[in-house]
């Protein structure tokens, strides 16, 4: 039977995707307001409570809630502690810490749809008119909702966002880990994954900002719980009483829900559907392996696939735009690139693009299966390879042994653990090489920065994943061991289990908490700026900024920028213009004595200086520059100065008409007197 928990974590997923997809419906019939998000959401909500309450299914549930506390109350007072701490850790972190780079693109795109009640025809980004990116309409819907009904904010509305969607990944992971067999220490994981910056953890540092990819992992978690309850089959030796044994009968709705929920993370973010439906391949290659059943497995996987598959290609491509994957067919098109902006042929413009290197390494860069198996164990420990400090470089006999340990204890657990638990482990084994063999993939397919270390960038993110599973296996099994002896093993085994579930929060939840408080000071530092350019800056001035952004300005200020737009890696005719754009701006800040023609071209109305540790929710600056970098250029007057940057005014500016008009454009909303 499902418990509290689990109900809790399938009401905060399905709710998330059931308010997105009719905010999509809204959006695609161009029906997005305030009165509509208001109705549409609150009577979708009245309509759910009253079949509940009339169906008697609260009763049901609770009464089934009696059974499972009963069953295991250490387990659920350890789950539910767990919860409640994450809750007051996470209640008081501030929402200036969501200026992030991603954050404020997909908010930028949200605005954007609010503003035009639909997706707009055209973006305004990087200086020109797109087709605007709809791989993500589903949750760049939603945002539009939450937008029109908390505020434009952005810090604000994604503090709140933020709030709930990281208390909801911890609450889902922990019904995850409980569905397959893992009860006991399921709060652990959760906060090793989702708390952990003791060790670090790829979903942790994401937390720290109201990314998309943490919405998309909400969704196909939830996907993944679903796609459990309807592959599985209770066990044939009784193990695991309370766990994955007492499965609920199903029934083709919830086959049906499954797929919906991994198809609307496909709308959402690509990479966390397509790590929720590997993971939903390698449950039913283990279930196949130790219980058997093929065809019924086979079937119902294939169910949830077919209609996972039509969701996500439904919220594709019914919106208007660019699904911006054009990049990925090879480098032709990047060849014409380098040739337009007279580039040498080994350019990488999406390595450029990423760290700023002009003159790029030079030799052979390609990756080969060794790197990518070096990057994936530093992944799994939570390191990222690209990033790790040259003090805390691993030897290999580091990175070998959890790897050993980690296949060490899958084959114990094979060998003498119980049917649920060894189904968990070999799909935590499958899943992992999923990850692996995708990484290679990737690395052997191509030669550019960004699809050459995909498995790297995007997929090893979840590396960690199946090591945390298969550990928590190991100890689940050990404890289950030693409960079998009788009825004082069990409650010894019960209490030490919440003991650790209690000691391990001491340990993850304070590197939870607030980031370093000069840090804190840089951000508020930020925005004073950000809030003086949005106050001072003509509605049709331009800002132009010594590193690129991608909705910084557009968000925060309601102006353009010309260096702010999306990172079109593999949208090879945006990255030429943003390219082209970057190498421009370069010039001009390495002698701005000849910029001022540049900057009348681009109607540039201010120019921004930053400093190095100050982002302004960006990357790395186009160039170097000295402390005061235009004290000796007469046509640039410093009119703000803070310590995280100084804003200069162009004398004479006047807008020109021949650019595209901010006023009144979707996504833009100047407060300049």
Request: with cysteine.
């Amino acid at each position: 039977m499902r418990g509290p928990i689990t109900f809790l974590a399938l009401s905060l997923g399905c709710g998330f995707a059931a308010v997105a997809s009719l905010s999509f419906v809204l959006v695609l019939l161009g029906l997005l307001t305030l009165p509509a998000v208001a109705i549409v959401w609150t009577l979708t909500s009245a309509a759910v409570w009253v079949v509940a309450l009339t169906t008697n299914a609260v009763g049901v549930h609770i009464r089934r809630w009696g059974g499972v506390i009963a069953d295991d109350p250490w387990s659920t007072l350890a789950a539910a502690a767990t919860i409640v701490g994450v809750v007051a850790v996470r209640w008081t972190y501030p929402p200036i810490a969501n200026m992030g780079a991603t954050a404020m693109r997909y908010w930028a795109d949200a605005l954007e749809i609010a503003d035009a009640g639909r997706i707009p025809v055209e973006t305004l980004q990087w200086g020109t008119l797109l087709r605007p990116a709809t791989s993500k309409s589903v949750l760049n819907s939603f945002n539009a909702g939450i937008s029109l009904l908390t505020g434009r904010g952005p810090l604000e509305s994604m503090g709140i966002l933020l709030f709930i969607v990281s208390v909801s990944l911890v609450i889902v992971l922990i019904a995850l880990l409980w569905a397959l067999g893992l009860k006991r220490l399921a709060p652990i994981g959760a906060l090793a994954l989702f708390a952990n910056q003791v060790t670090g953890s790829e979903f942790t540092a994401d937390l720290t900002r109201n990314l998309a990819e943490n919405w998309g992992r909400l969704a196909a978690l939830v996907g993944v719980l679903l796609a459990i309850f309807a592959l599985r089959r209770p066990s044939e030796d009784g193990a695991g009483a309370g766990d994955a044994a007492d499965a609920d009968p199903i029934g083709p709705s919830e086959l049906v829900i499954a797929g919906w929920m991994l198809g609307a993370a496909g709308g959402t973010h690509l990479v966390a559907a397509a790590i929720g439906a590997l993971f939903v391949l390698a449950y039913a290659v283990g279930q196949i392996a130790i219980r058997g059943s093929p065809m019924a497995t086979l079937s119902r996987t294939v169910g949830v696939g077919a209609v996972a598959f039509v969701v996500a290609t439904l919220s594709l491509v019914l919106p208007a735009g660019d699904l911006g994957f054009g990049g990925a067919a090879g480098d032709a098109e990047y060849q014409a690139l380098r040739s337009e902006l007279g580039l040498s042929p080994t350019f990488d413009p999406t390595r450029f693009l990423v760290t700023a290197e002009l003159h790029q390494p030079s030799g052979d860069e390609t990756l080969g299966i060794d790197d990518v198996a070096i990057a994936f164990a530093y992944r799994a420990a939570g390191w990222n390879v690209q990033v790790v400090k040259p003090e805390r470089v691993l030897p290999p006999w580091a990175l070998i042994m959890p790897i050993v340990l980690v296949l060490l204890i899958v084959v114990m657990v094979l060998v003498w653990g119980t049917d649920d638990v060894r189904v968990t482990v070999l799909c935590a084994a499958v899943f992992a090489a999923f990850l692996f063999l995708g990484g290679v993939a990737f690395a052997l397919r191509y030669d550019l920065y960004a699809l050459e270390r995909f498995g790297n960038r995007r997929l090893f993110n979840y590396a960690m994943l199946p090591y945390v599973i298969v550990i928590l296996a190991g100890a689940e099994g050990a404890l289950r061991w030693i409960a079998a002896r009788g009825r004082a093993q069990l409650r010894l085994v019960s209490l030490s289990a919440c003991g650790l579930v209690i000691a391990s929060m001491f340990v993850f939840l304070p590197s939870a908490g607030w980031p370093k408080v000069e840090k804190l000071d840089s951000l508020r530092e930020q925005v004073g700026l950000l809030r003086w350019i949005g106050e001072h800056v003509p509605c049709e001035g331009r800002v132009l900024a010594d590193r690129r952004t991608l909705g910084t300005f557009q968000t925060m200020t309601g102006h353009a920028a010309v260096l702010e737009g999306m990172g079109p890696h593999i949208r090879p005719e945006v990255l030429t213009r943003a390219i082209g754009e970057l190498l421009l701006a370069k010039d001009f800040f390495e002698d701005p004595r000849r910029g001022r023609r540049y900057l009348n071209e681009r109607g540039v109305a201010m120019v921004v200086a930053t400093r190095p540790f100050a982002e302004f929710a960006g990357w790395g600056r186009v160039a170097k520059l000295r402390p005061h970098p235009f004290q000796d250029i007469g046509y640039l007057r410093p009119v703000y100065v803070s310590p995280v940057g100084i804003v200069y005014l162009v004398e004479g500016s006047v807008p020109d008409p021949s650019l595209p008009a901010v006023e009144g454009r979707p996504g833009f909303r100047c407060t300049a007197g």
